[in-house]
């Protein structure tokens, strides 16, 4: 069975790092891929699939591309999803081709899945450490 190229990806610089001290958030994906679509990029269609937390194997010379830290790649053969990931480093492959490895922003890329449970969370100090003195009861 034939699989026709059909993975788009995009290479981005965005203001966020690898580190995850700080994230961006949307009320919505639409409103995700508006702001990282509307970041200075370079887009290339017709791939073939691309692996997750793997290497790209990007059609262009690496002195053109080593300024993106980040891309946005979506395998439409298989679901509309876009994945969100983090440039960890690019090697020179030939005068066509650079290696761009890649890890995934797990945030980015699941945060309109994620389910947040009820919780609590009371932070303070106090002069008496007895065990279970400190507690409240959750109900």
């Known amino acids: ?3 026709t190229p059909d993975t788009t990806i995009k290479l981005l610089k965005v203001p966020i790092e690898i580190d995850n001290l700080n994230q961006l958030t949307f009320a919505t994906a639409t409103a995700q891929y508006n702001y990282f679509n ?3 990029s ?3 269609e017709d791939l073939y699939y691309q692996r997750k937390d793997n290497f790209i ?7 053109s591309i080593l300024e ?3 891309c946005m790649y979506q395998n439409s053969n298989y679901s509309n999803k876009w994945f969100y990931a983090f440039i960890t480093r690019m090697e ?3 005068d066509g081709m ?3 490895y890649i890890e995934t922003d797990t945030f980015q890329t699941w945060q309109f899945d994620i389910i947040y449970k009820a919780s609590f969370i009371d932070r303070e100090h106090t002069n008496d450490d007895t065990i279970g003195n400190n507690l409240i009861p959750e109900n």
């Open 57 to 63: 194997s990007f059609p262009a010379h690496i002195d």
């Open 68 to 70: 993106y830290n980040y």
């Open 42 to 44: 370079i887009e290339e």
């Open 98 to 100: 650079t290696r761009v």
């Open 1 to 3: 069975m034939a699989v």
């Open 92 to 94: 020179y492959e030939n």
């Open 38 to 40: 509307s970041l200075p």
